[in-house]
């Protein structure tokens, strides 16, 4: 008789939403989230185990001024009026939260991978995205776990700039999202999902 596997890690995935309206009333410290943060992205694989993604954690005026960055930089690239005030009322729901992680990729660590492996050259720039994607989902899904609202936001490269002039950010460091974090103040939709048949092949031979 075959055993009943586990699904209490699919259960927690399914928990790790987008959500998009949050607050900033957390029961947790700033220091207490910071150190989750740094675990989840610390126990997440990379390729070589290169360990290439990067990651500021903000809070409080910090936080609320990558949301103004945005939102000014939005303005040159938004057609109209109407259209920029619900840009803006978005960008206000994620300033709204309780802080933003920055994610980056360090394009020296890649560098030098490929110099050092050059049989896979090719290939470093790809796992770089694969190891970044692990370190998100790791991140979102351990904030899920303790009841923190996220969403993940792709406003590179338009903020890289005014991101970099602002945060000091360390030459080498690329900016490849923006998750704001808070309070879960309205829960995400039902999630909707394609036909199996066209998505996966089971071959057991």
Known sequence: MNTVVDTTYIDLMKKRRSIRKIGDQ???????IADLIEKAI???PTAFNNQSTRAM?????SSDKVWEITAD????EVSNADAYAA???KLNAFKAGFGTILFFTDRPTIAQNEKQFALYADNFADWAEQGLGGAQLSV????????IGASNQHYNPLIDDQVKQAFDVPNGWVLRSEMPFGSIEETAAAKDYI???????IIAD
């Not at 957390?26 to 207490?32: I, N, Y």
């Not at 930089?73 to 040159?76: F, G, Q």
């Open 87 to 89: 840009t803006k009322a």
């Open 42 to 44: 610390k126990e997440s």
């Open 57 to 61: 954690i903000l809070f409080g005026q």
């Open 73 to 76: 930089r939005l303005k040159s």
């Open 140 to 147: 979102w899904t351990a904030l899920a776990l303790n009841q």
């Open 26 to 32: 957390l029961t947790f410290g700033t220091h207490e």
């Open 195 to 201: 036909d199996d048949d066209s998505r996966f092949k």
